[in-house]
């Protein structure tokens, strides 16, 4: 594996790779987690898109090999975004690119197409996150409950419990399922607080983007529901939605994107 470059810039260094041939791809990982991370997952084969692209790949600030300050606001939404159009214009990428995301990915996906549809050609929506809640009974609310537990525990004794708490039913017989999170102790109850303050961008807006999308959806799962993928595909027009039942249909990711971005 190739070593990694840095960008700095709003208190975080990204650490990020642009490999391959071809025309340019990126993705983008979810909240926690890291390129290692979703390695480590084994459901998703982000190198296999650099098999016909040149591909962008990185660490959201205060994840993974990317560093961050202990600052919730650095860790809304759409900061996150700001360091991907940067990491673009540092790159000189000057053609649209294809782009995928998962969960916190998704979010950078569809802002940075808002703020600049010319960089982008197709996009990959994968586990969009909880959004537009209303009400008392909020699923968001578990960031600020996680955050907390962190605080009062300790970081260590936080993590042996989450280590062993139950996975999500669609990964109950999975064996390599591991959300063990990839970002420092002293970040984590920030990123966790920035998560939980942020939204997507409003419906409405999304729906002006008229860029060919493949939205990708798994089952039981409260922080990424099926509700806000079906939402999505509703929303844009030029969007298809798969929705995995199973860790089979999930593996199964990888070859649609691919396709999808190979048309």
């Given at each position: 594996?190739?070593?990694?470059?840095?960008?700095?810039?709003?208190?975080?260094?990204?650490?990020?790779?642009?490999?391959?041939?071809?025309?340019?791809?990126?993705?983008?990982?979810?909240?926690?987690?890291?390129?290692?991370?979703?390695?480590?997952l084994?459901?998703?084969?982000?190198?296999?898109?650099?098999?016909?692209?040149q591909?962008?790949s990185?660490?959201?600030?205060?994840?993974?090999?990317?560093?961050?300050?202990?600052?919730?606001?650095d860790?809304?939404?759409?900061?996150y975004?700001?360091?991907?159009?940067?990491?673009?214009?540092?790159l000189?990428?000057?053609?649209?690119?294809d782009?995928?995301?998962?969960?916190?990915?998704?979010d950078?996906?569809?802002?940075?197409?808002?703020?600049?549809?010319?960089?982008?050609?197709?996009?990959?929506?994968l586990?969009?996150?909880?959004?537009?809640?209303?009400?008392?009974?909020?699923?968001?609310?578990?960031?600020?409950?996680?955050?907390?537990?962190?605080?009062?525990?300790?970081?260590?004794?936080w993590?042996?419990?989450?280590?062993?708490?139950?996975?999500?039913?669609?990964?109950?017989?999975?064996?390599?399922?591991?959300?063990?999170?990839?970002v420092?102790?002293?970040?984590?109850?920030?990123?966790?607080?920035?998560?939980?303050?942020?939204?997507?961008?409003?419906?409405?807006?999304?729906?002006?983007?008229?860029?060919?999308?493949?939205?990708?959806?798994?089952?039981?799962?409260?922080?990424?529901?099926?509700?806000?993928?079906?939402?999505?595909?509703?929303?844009?027009?030029?969007?298809?939605?798969?929705?995995?039942?199973?860790?089979a249909?999930?593996?199964?990711?990888?070859g649609?994107i691919?396709?999808?971005?190979?048309?």
């Open positions: 594996m190739s070593e990694d470059s840095h960008l700095t810039r709003a208190g975080a260094t990204i650490a990020y790779q642009f490999t391959g041939s071809g025309s340019p791809a990126g993705y983008a990982h979810g909240v926690t987690l890291s390129r290692d991370a979703v390695r480590r084994d459901l998703l084969d982000i190198d296999a898109l650099a098999e016909r692209h591909l962008l990185y660490d959201q600030r205060g994840h993974g090999r990317s560093t961050g300050r202990p600052v919730t606001e860790y809304r939404f759409e900061n975004t700001q360091d991907l159009l940067a990491l673009i214009d540092t000189g990428i000057d053609q649209p690119m782009f995928a995301g998962s969960s916190l990915g998704t950078t996906a569809l802002r940075a197409a808002l703020a600049a549809p010319h960089r982008f050609r197709r996009l990959a929506l586990i969009p996150p909880v959004a537009w809640e209303t009400g008392p009974r909020q699923a968001r609310q578990w960031y600020f409950d996680t955050a907390d537990s962190i605080e009062r525990l300790g970081a260590a004794a993590r042996e419990q989450a280590a062993h708490a139950d996975p999500l039913p669609i990964f109950a017989d999975y064996p390599e399922f591991d959300m063990t999170p990839d420092a102790d002293e970040l984590l109850p920030h990123v966790l607080r920035g998560a939980g303050q942020s939204d997507l961008p409003a419906p409405e807006a999304i729906a002006t983007l008229r860029h060919p999308t493949l939205i990708l959806a798994w089952d039981t799962d409260p922080l990424h529901p099926v509700a806000t993928a079906e939402r999505l595909h509703e929303l844009l027009p030029h969007s298809t939605l798969h929705v995995a039942t199973s860790v249909d999930i593996k199964g990711w990888t649609l691919t396709d999808f971005f190979t048309d």
